[in-house]
């Protein structure tokens, strides 16, 4: 199973990161890889993006918005501490295997 972010493409190439989102081709890499999935009869689904990199993957706490420059995510109500980018990558998991019925326990990425 490969999860994605259903990422607003449009309002990413409007912002201050425009040039180098469509320079990156984001949109073209997720149809290829949802029709290379196909392709090897590998499921592939787009989840919801909001709040990714705000929400606790141990507890499913929200902990705020967080700046750019900060690469860490620390849970104030549990203490789970990693990587953002890992954390966000947890929650894309997560919510991708409820959308396929999967039941998930938050701690089980700990």
């Known amino acids: 199973m490969v999860f994605v ?10 912002g201050m990161l425009s040039k180098h989102c469509l320079d990156a081709g ?10 290379t999935c196909f392709k090897r009869d590998v499921y592939f ?8 990199s705000q929400i606790c993957p141990n ?11 900060e690469r860490t995510h620390v849970c104030s109500h549990c203490g789970y501490t990693t990587d953002r980018d ?5 929650i894309v998991a ?17």
């Open 5 to 14: 972010e259903d990422l607003n493409l449009v309002a990413l190439s409007r």
């Open 26 to 35: 984001f949109g073209q890499f997720f149809n290829i890889l949802e029709q």
């Open 45 to 52: 689904q787009k989840v919801d993006a909001r709040k990714t």
């Open 59 to 69: 507890c499913g706490t929200e902990t705020g918005k967080k700046e750019l420059s």
């Open 86 to 90: 890992v954390a966000a990558a947890q």
């Open 94 to 110: 997560i919510r991708g295997l409820a959308a396929v019925g999967h039941t998930v326990k938050m701690r089980g990425f700990g």
